[in-house]
Structures are given as structure tokens and as C-alpha cells.
Antibody, heavy 122, light 106 residues
Framework: EVQLLESGGNLVLPGGSLRLSCAASGFTFSSYAMTWVRQAPGKGLEWVST????????YYADSVKGRFTISRDNSDNTLYLQMDSLRGDDTAIYYC???????????????WGQGTLVTVSS | SYEVTQSPSVSVSPGQTATITCSGD??????VCWYQQKPGQSPMLVIYQDNKRPSGIPERFSGSNSGNTATLTISGTQSMDEAAYYC?????????FGGGTNLIVL
């Protein structure tokens, strides 16, 4: 069974940094692209970033480009999201999700983790 | 930037067919996924590549995509189908989500 477990969410000051982790199990981690999607309280879904299975390519939404960095450790089956220069509108639940087969960015997310809450506030 | 639009809510009686639409410029030329999200839960993929169902998704869920509109159809809607539904398109290495449609089963 595929399992994704996010961690690292917390309350952080504007301008601060945070690193999220997503521990994966139940599949060959390096064979799949992985993605972060966020959801602000009471709002819809927003794609944040995707990294291919080999980590050769990364993709970012314009809203986080230059501030967030996605990475992965295929030896440890873990996905990361380094978030710097955090702003109030980054407040959201952050979900990690597995992409479709082949290792490339297919934009087909299944399954999703349970999410971790990031709150940016003074 | 590319946008897709969904109606905020759709109501349906139990046993009837629910139709949820997603509109965008030439959306039919792109692959569309649909996700179901119940309150307090993570989203779940119910349709990918316009009309394919992942393993474990009931046959009453179906999808289509043509022209400027993608459609999620739920036949024989059940109370357990009450949820928010999000369409999603993959566009030039970007992922675009619709604003979501709340399906109300009356």
C-alpha cells in the first residue's frame, strides 16, 4: 500500500523559513515524479512544485518561484520542500502527492498524503 | 496565464445523475483530471486522462473532455458522493486547478 506522510508544518514568522518532508513507502520512489500541492484555509487547491523521479527536473508555480526549493532523497524515499521568505499568503495545508508512472511530470496525482499545516503569522 | 472555471455548486437528488463541468480555452486539447475532496480529508483522484478511472473508483464516475469543456458525470449519485470536486489541467509544465464545485446531494 502506498503511503505518504508529511511533516514539518509549523507556525513561522513572515520572512522566515521552513522545510517540509514527505516520507514515502509502498512503491519504488525513484520511479515516480512527486509533487507538492497546497490549500489555504477554506480555499481551493494550488499546485506548488513537482520534481521528476530522477530529480533531474524541477517545476514551480510562479507564486513560489525563487522562494521555494523542491528536492528528494531517493536513497531515503523522502521528498522535501524548502520554503524561504515566507509570506502570509503561504499559509496553507501542504500535501505531497505521487505522480503517474514513468518518472516524468504527468500532472496526475494519486495518492495524496494527509497534509501538514503551515501558518505564517506574526 | 491559463485558467479553468467551475461552477461553485451543483445540487442533485439521490439516484440521479450529477454533471460537473470545467471550462477553459481549448481544454479539450489538454488532459484533465478530477479530484474528490470530502471535508477534513485529502483530495482523491477519481478521473485521469479525461476519462480513465483509477483502481477502486466506482463505475458511476465517468469523464469526458471536448472543445472548451471537461465534464465529470456521476450516475446514480449517492449521499457518500457529497464533496468538493476539482478539475485539473496539465499545461506546459504547469498544473492548473479549477476553483472547485461543491456537490450537494439533497
Amino acid at each position: 500500500e502506498v503511503q505518504l506522510l508529511e511533516s514539518g508544518g509549523n507556525l513561522v514568522l513572515p520572512g522566515g523559513s521552513l522545510r517540509l518532508s514527505c516520507a514515502a513507502s509502498g512503491f519504488t520512489f525513484s520511479s515516480y515524479a512527486m509533487t507538492w500541492v497546497r490549500q489555504a484555509p477554506g480555499k481551493g487547491l494550488e499546485w506548488v512544485s513537482t520534481i521528476t523521479g530522477s530529480a533531474f527536473s524541477t517545476y514551480y508555480a510562479d507564486s513560489v518561484k525563487g522562494r521555494f526549493t523542491i528536492s528528494r532523497d531517493n536513497s531515503d524515499n523522502t521528498l522535501y520542500l524548502q520554503m524561504d521568505s515566507l509570506r502570509g499568503d503561504d499559509t496553507a495545508i501542504y500535501y505531497c502527492a505521487k505522480d503517474g508512472p514513468g518518472g516524468g511530470f504527468l500532472g496526475r496525482f494519486d495518492p495524496w498524503g494527509q497534509g501538514t499545516l503551515v501558518t505564517v503569522s506574526s | 496565464s491559463y485558467e479553468v472555471t467551475q461552477s461553485p455548486s451543483v445540487s442533485v437528488s439521490p439516484g440521479q445523475t450529477a454533471t460537473i463541468t470545467c471550462s477553459g480555452d481549448r481544454l479539450g486539447e489538454k488532459h484533465v483530471c478530477w479530484y474528490q475532496q470530502k471535508p477534513g480529508q485529502s483530495p482523491m483522484l477519481v478521473i485521469y486522462q479525461d476519462n480513465k478511472r483509477p483502481s477502486g473508483i466506482p463505475e458511476r464516475f465517468s469523464g469526458s473532455n471536448s472543445g472548451n469543456t471537461a465534464t465529470l458525470t456521476i450516475s446514480g449519485t449517492q449521499s457518500m458522493d457529497e464533496a468538493a470536486y476539482y478539475c485539473q489541467a496539465w499545461v506546459s509544465n504547469n498544473v492548473i486547478f479549477g476553483g472547485g464545485t461543491n456537490l450537494i446531494v439533497l
